[in-house]
C-alpha cells in the first residue's frame, strides 16, 4: 500500500515443503501514481461482534484533488442485510476528508454467507502456534551460533580461523537444513482459546465514477455468540423448614469469545443469591457457580421462572424454573443460627436455644453432635409435651475441639522453629563479622573445622529455611485442612468454624441448627482452676458458716516480648460471699496470683461467674463452694445417758463417740451445768474427757463421762453441751445418776412408764399425783417410800349394735401391774431384800412376784406388783392405796441399822364399779379356758 508516487522491485523465493522440489525465484515489480480518492485507512476491524448486536465505525475517504468527486461505498454481496453506510453516497471536497459511518449488525447466518473469506478458528491458533515456533527456532539458531562463536580459540591463527568460520557456517546449515520443523498440535477446546472467534475479512470497493483506479477496503469481523451454558435449569427445593434454608448451586459458562455479566434478576422475598445477588463476570470459557438460597418466611408454595439475565444480549434464552415449600417446623426454635462470642484457648463460651413443641402431640427429639468437636449439649435427647417448651444449653471449649487444638499447635511450633532460625540466623552473622575482624573464616574463629555437607541428609527441625521463610504457603496448607461442613478457614491466631447439626424429630421431618464459632490463641493463662464439664471451676468445697477461706488463681503472660498488658476481673457480686483480696494489677513478665476469698453466710451451696480479661483473651471461671454448719453426730445416737447407780465416793464411767459429719476440721469445748443436785462440796458429780479437742474431718473422738457422788441420792443429773463455733444446732446430752450410802437400794425402774401407768406422772417428773416418787433416807437410813400406780381407770366401749355383735363380744379390762427394782451397787458380797404385803393389800387384790431374794455385787432384781381386783367398789368406780413394807440387808458396805434399811411402797389401784366387774368376770373366765 504505497503513501506516495513510486516504484518497488522486490525479490522473492517461493520455497515447498518437499525437499526434491527446488525453490522458485520471481521478481515482483510495482509503480504507484496518484489518484484524487484514496483511502486513509482501508480496514474497517470491528474485532469481535456478538451476533444480533449492533457495531458502528466509521470509513474515511480523502480527495487529493481540488475539484469534488462523487465516492459511493459499494456493500458486498455477502453482507447484505448486515452492512449499512450512512450517507450511503457523498461528494468529498477537494482537499477533505469524508467520514462514511459503517454499522455492522451480524446475523446468524453471517458465517456461511461469508466462508469464501472466513478464517477459522483452527486456522488462526495453527498460525498463532507455527509464528511462535518459528520464533523459538530463530532464537535458538542464534543461540547455537554466538556459543559456537564464543568458543573459538582466540591463539589461533587468521586461516585456521576462516577455516573454522567456514566449518561453523557450513555446520549451521546443515543443522538448519537437519531441523525440520515440527508439526504443532493444539486442542480448540482448550479453554487458553476461548477468546479466539471465526474470523472474516470481507473486501469492498469505494465506487468513484470519475476515477479509473478503484478503491478497495476490507471489513474485518471475529463473530462470535453471547449463549450461556447452564448445568441445571430446574431446581427443587423440596420441603424447607420455616426459619431454616436450603441452598441450590447452578454452574453458568460462558461460550462466547467476550467477558460477559450473568446473573438473575430481581429474586421474590424468601430467594437469594450469591455471590454478589446473583451476578457473575464470566470471561470466555470460564465456569463460575451461582448459588440459590430458599429461605420460607411462612407455609407457602414456591413456583417461580426467571430467565437469565446477560450484559451481553437484550435477552437471554436461558430460563431456570424454582421450585419449593415452607412447612412449619415441630419443634419452634427460637433462633436456628447461633453465633457464639470469641472463644480463647482454655476458656468455655455457652450459649442456649429454646424451642417449643406446636403440636398436639409429645415430641421426641435428637440432635446429632460431631465428635471432638468442643462441642456439649444438653439435653442431646428429649422429649417434649405439647405446648411446653424446652431449653437447650450448648457449650463449646476450643481445648476438646481436635482441629482447632491442632491448627494452633502447628503454627506455635512454626513460630518456635521461626524464632530458632532468626537466632541461629543473628549468630551466624555475628561469628562471621568477628571472624571478619580478625581476617579468619568463621569456621577458623570458632576453632572447628567446617563439617563436610551431605546432600542426602535428612533437613533437622527448623533448618529449613525455605519452610520458614514461606510462612503465607504453610498457612494456605492448613487453611485446606479442614474437617467441619462448612469451615470458613484458618488464620494466624484465630479459628473460625461452622456446624449444621441435624435435629431429627421423631416421626416428623428433620430440622437443623446452624453453630459459628471462633476461637482465639491465647494472650495469657491461667493456672489453679480445674477444667470440668461447664470450663473452668474453683470449688472451695465445704466451708465453715462465718469462716473465711483463700484460694489463688495464677495469671502467667504469654507474650514472648513480655510486654505489660492490662488485666481486669468483674463479675463478682459485691455484696456476696465471693470476694478478692486485692484488685487485679497490670500482667507482666512475672506471674501474678489472684486470690479469691469465700466466706459464707448460711448453709447453702453458692455459685459465682467470675471473668478474667486481658485484651481479646478471657476465661470465665466458676466459683462454687457450700457453707455448712458444723456439727457432730452421737455414736451411739442417743441424748438420754444412765450413769446407774453408784456408792457415794466413789464412780462409774461411760463412753460415747462423737463423729465429725463434715469435710474439715472442727474444734469442740464441753460446758456442763447442773439440772439436779450437786455434790455437799459444791462440785459436779459428773466430769467428762477430753473437754476440749479438734476433730479432723470425717474422724471421730471418743468422750467419757464419769460420774461420782459423795451422797446419798437419787436425783443426780445435768446437761452436757458439746459447742462448736457456728453451730446450727446444739448437741446437748443429759445425765443421770443415783448416789448410795450402802450397797444395797430399792429405786423406781428407768425408762418408759408400762401402759398401766401411763398419765401418772403429772406435771413434775418424779412424782405420781404431785408427790415425790422417791421420798429422801431418814436420819435412820431407811430408803423412804417408793409411789406409783399398778392399775389404771376403766372406760367402757360404746354400746354394741345388735345387727353387729352381742354381749359377749364387749371387752373390759381390770387391774394392772407395775415394777420397782432392789439391787446391790457395792463390789463385794451379796445382799437380801423382803418386801411384807399386809392382809387389808392382800384383801384388796395386791399381790408382789418375788417376796424376798439376794442380790449379788453389781446386780439387780425386779420386784412386779400385780393388781388384781375380786370385788366391786359399789356402784361408782374408785381408786384405792396400799402400802407394803420392805427391808434390805447386808451387802457392802451394809445398812447403818442392823436391822437393815427399811423403806415402804406406797401403790394405787383403781376399783371398778359392780356393773365393770359383772363383765369383766366372764371375760377373764373366756380367756382363762383360751390359755388352758
Not at 455468540?225 to 420455616?242: A, C, E, P, R, T
Not at 537466632?423 to 568477628?434: C, I, K, L, M, W
Amino acid at each position: 500500500t504505497p503513501s506516495s508516487p513510486s516504484t518497488s522491485v522486490v525479490p522473492l523465493l517461493i520455497t515447498f515443503d518437499r525437499k526434491e522440489v527446488p525453490p522458485v525465484r520471481v521478481t515482483l515489480r510495482c509503480s504507484a501514481s496518484d489518484v484524487p480518492i484514496y483511502l486513509k485507512n482501508d480496514e474497517v476491524d470491528f474485532r469481535t461482534c456478538v451476533v444480533n448486536e449492533s457495531y458502528r465505525s466509521s470509513l474515511g475517504v480523502s480527495n487529493r484533488s481540488s475539484t469534488a468527486l462523487k465516492a459511493q461505498p459499494l456493500i458486498p454481496q455477502e453482507l447484505k442485510g448486515c452492512l449499512e453506510f450512512v450517507p450511503n453516497m457523498g461528494f468529498v471536497q477537494g482537499g477533505e476528508t469524508l467520514e462514511f459511518g459503517v454499522k455492522f449488525v451480524p446475523d446468524d447466518k453471517v458465517l456461511s454467507k461469508c466462508s469464501e473469506f472466513m478464517v477459522t478458528k483452527e486456522e488462526q491458533i495453527r498460525k498463532l502456534l507455527e509464528q511462535q515456533r518459528d520464533d523459538d527456532l530463530a532464537a535458538k539458531k542464534a543461540a547455537a551460533e554466538q556459543t559456537k562463536s564464543d568458543g573459538e580459540n582466540a591463539d589461533a591463527t587468521e586461516s585456521n580461523g576462516d577455516e573454522a568460520a567456514a566449518n561453523s557456517e557450513e555446520g549451521a546449515n546443515n543443522d538448519a537444513e537437519d531441523d525440520e520443523p515440527a508439526e504443532v498440535e493444539f486442542d480448540v477446546e482448550d479453554p487458553q482459546w476461548s477468546n479466539i472467534a471465526d474470523l472474516v475479512r470481507v473486501p469492498m470497493q469505494v465506487s468513484v465514477p470519475d476515477q479509473a483506479a478503484p478503491v478497495f477496503a476490507m471489513i474485518v469481523a471475529r463473530i462470535t455468540s453471547s449463549s450461556i451454558q447452564v448445568d441445571m435449569k430446574n431446581l427443587d427445593f423440596g420441603n424447607v423448614i420455616v426459619g431454616e434454608s436450603a441452598e441450590i448451586e447452578f454452574w453458568v459458562t460462558n461460550v462466547g469469545a467476550l467477558p460477559q455479566r450473568v446473573g438473575l434478576p430481581a429474586l421474590p422475598r424468601g430467594l437469594s443469591a450469591e455471590p454478589d445477588n446473583g451476578v457473575v463476570t464470566l470471561v470466555p470459557g470460564e465456569r463460575q457457580p451461582i448459588r440459590l438460597k430458599y429461605s420460607p418466611f411462612s407455609a407457602i408454595t414456591l413456583s417461580e421462572r426467571f430467565r437469565l439475565q446477560s450484559s451481553m444480549a437484550m435477552q437471554c434464552n436461558k430460563v431456570i424454573k424454582v421450585a419449593g415449600k415452607g412447612i412449619m417446623p415441630a419443634l419452634e426454635l427460637n433462633t436456628t443460627n447461633v453465633r457464639f462470642a470469641s472463644c480463647c484457648m482454655g476458656d468455655t463460651v455457652v450459649a442456649s436455644v429454646v424451642g417449643k413443641n406446636r403440636t398436639k402431640d409429645p415430641l421426641t427429639f435428637q440432635i446429632m453432635v460431631p465428635e471432638k468437636a468442643g462441642l456439649m449439649i444438653d439435653p442431646v435427647v428429649g422429649t417434649v409435651s405439647p405446648g411446653d417448651t424446652v431449653r437447650i444449653q450448648i457449650d463449646y471449649n476450643p481445648d476438646d475441639d481436635k482441629e482447632c487444638k491442632d491448627h494452633f499447635q502447628k503454627f506455635q511450633e512454626l513460630l518456635v522453629s521461626s524464632e530458632g532460625q532468626e537466632e541461629d540466623e543473628g549468630n551466624n552473622q555475628s561469628a562471621e563479622g568477628e571472624a571478619a575482624d580478625a581476617g579468619q573464616t568463621p569456621a577458623q574463629a570458632t576453632g572447628n573445622d567446617a563439617p563436610e555437607q551431605d546432600e542426602n541428609a535428612p533437613n533437622k527441625p527448623g533448618a529449613d529455611s525455605s519452610a520458614i521463610d514461606d510462612l503465607p504457603a504453610i498457612r494456605s496448607k492448613l487453611l485446606q485442612s479442614s474437617l467441619h461442613e462448612g469451615f470458613n478457614g484458618l488464620e494466624d491466631f484465630s479459628s473460625h468454624t461452622w456446624w449444621r447439626l441435624p435435629l431429627h424429630i421423631k416421626g416428623g421431618n428433620t430440622q437443623h441448627l446452624g453453630l459459628q464459632v471462633t476461637a482465639c490463641s491465647p494472650t495469657f493463662l491461667l493456672d489453679g482452676a480445674v477444667r470440668g464439664r461447664d470450663g473452668l471451676c474453683l470449688d472451695f468445697g465445704d466451708v465453715p458458716v462465718g469462716q473465711e477461706v483463700v484460694k489463688a488463681i495464677t495469671a502467667t503472660s504469654a507474650d514472648p516480648d513480655g510486654g505489660e498488658m492490662p488485666l481486669s476481673v468483674s463479675g463478682l457480686d459485691p455484696m456476696g460471699p465471693v470476694g478478692m483480696l486485692r484488685d487485679a494489677r497490670p500482667l507482666g513478665a512475672d506471674a501474678q496470683s489472684i486470690n479469691i476469698t469465700f466466706k459464707p453466710r448460711a448453709e447453702a451451696r453458692y455459685s459465682e461467674k467470675l471473668r478474667i480479661q486481658s485484651g481479646r483473651n478471657g476465661y470465665t471461671v466458676s466459683i462454687t463452694g457450700r457453707g455448712v454448719s458444723p456439727k457432730f453426730k452421737l455414736d451411739p445416737d442417743d441424748s438420754e445417758h444412765d450413769m446407774g447407780d453408784c456408792l457415794a465416793g466413789e464412780s462409774t464411767s461411760k463412753s460415747i463417740k462423737i463423729v465429725n459429719t463434715v469435710g474439715f476440721d472442727l474444734r469442740y469445748s464441753v460446758l456442763i451445768t447442773e439440772t439436779g443436785r450437786c455434790n455437799l462440796n459444791g462440785t459436779s458429780a459428773f466430769d467428762v474427757t477430753p473437754a476440749e479437742a479438734t476433730v479432723a474431718a470425717g474422724e471421730s473422738q471418743e468422750l467419757t463421762f464419769s460420774f461420782s457422788p459423795d451422797d446419798q441420792s437419787p436425783y443426780y443429773s445435768a446437761e452436757v453441751e458439746v459447742i462448736v463455733p457456728n453451730q446450727k444446732q446444739r448437741c446437748i446430752l443429759h445425765l443421770r445418776g443415783r448416789g448410795w450410802a450402802q450397797g444395797m437400794y430399792a429405786r423406781m425402774p428407768l425408762g418408759a412408764v408400762s401402759e398401766a401407768m401411763t398419765g401418772l406422772l403429772g406435771s413434775g417428773a418424779g412424782k405420781v399425783g404431785g408427790v415425790d416418787r422417791f421420798a429422801l433416807p431418814d436420819a435412820e437410813g431407811n430408803l423412804g417410800a417408793l409411789r406409783f400406780r399398778c392399775g389404771g381407770k376403766v372406760e367402757l366401749p360404746p354400746p354394741p349394735s345388735k345387727e353387729t355383735a352381742d354381749e359377749e363380744s364387749v371387752q373390759v379390762q381390770v387391774g394392772g401391774e407395775a415394777s420397782f427394782v432392789i439391787g446391790n451397787c457395792g463390789g463385794k458380797g451379796p445382799g437380801d431384800f423382803a418386801i411384807e404385803v399386809p392382809a387389808e393389800a392382800k384383801d384388796l387384790g395386791f399381790t408382789v412376784d418375788l417376796a424376798s431374794a439376794a442380790v449379788d455385787g453389781g446386780q439387780s432384781k425386779d420386784v412386779t406388783v400385780k393388781f388384781t381386783p375380786t370385788k366391786g367398789g359399789g356402784g361408782v368406780g374408785r381408786w384405792v392405796m396400799a402400802t407394803l413394807n420392805g427391808v434390805v440387808r447386808k451387802g457392802v458396805p451394809a445398812p447403818s441399822n442392823p436391822d437393815g434399811a427399811k423403806f415402804t411402797v406406797v401403790v394405787q389401784g383403781f376399783l371398778p364399779s359392780d356393773a365393770v366387774m359383772a363383765i369383766a368376770a366372764p371375760s377373764a373366765a373366756a380367756d382363762g379356758k383360751k390359755k388352758k
